[in-house]
């Protein structure tokens, strides 16, 4: 296994490992049959903003972090961070040597603050973004609908020195 950026070229290669990730867990916004391909938008996105994902020896995608970041002058320094890890490779220290790298990333690009959503029953995400020094800043009340119920989200970010 290896950690290192995902490039245009591997567009389909992201989306197959979302679209398993989406069926493996409910705390992915998307829904298994929701997340829908197209390359073009795919490219342009991987284009624009950083992805870093875990990759075997043949080039399989089991996991991401993406980084989005504004066009707009007043919160340019934000980055907002989408991740996902396939569960057989979970607990193998992989997602946290895809937020390393993606922290110095920021660092070296001048961004201020990196921003993330976590549904509030997601406990273990919860404990390991606070390991990596994410602090709650808030809570979105009933923000997520799922199993036919409401859940909260928090706000959680780290501030880069």
Request: some cysteine; charged content about 30%; overall charge negative.
């Amino acid at each position: 296994m290896r950690i290192e950026r995902i490039c245009p070229d591997e567009a389909e290669e992201l989306y197959t490992c979302m679209k398993k990730i989406d069926q493996e867990t409910q705390y992915m916004l998307y829904l298994p049959d929701e997340r829908s391909f197209d390359k073009e938008v795919f490219i342009d996105d991987i284009k624009r903003n950083f992805y870093i994902g875990v990759k075997t020896e043949d080039n399989e995608i089991l996991g991401y972090l993406s980084v989005h970041i504004s066009t707009l002058f007043k919160v340019k320094h934000i980055g907002y961070i989408m991740t996902g890890l396939v569960n057989n490779k979970q607990q193998q220290g992989l997602s946290t040597k895809m937020f390393d790298e993606t922290i110095r990333w920021a660092k070296r690009k001048g961004l201020r603050r990196l921003e993330l959503n976590v549904i509030t029953s997601n406990t273990p995400a919860i404990n390991f973004y606070e390991k990596l020094g994410f602090k709650i800043e808030g809570i979105k009340r009933e923000s997520i609908y799922m199993d036919e119920h409401y859940y909260d989200e928090l706000y959680m970010a780290m501030i880069l020195d």
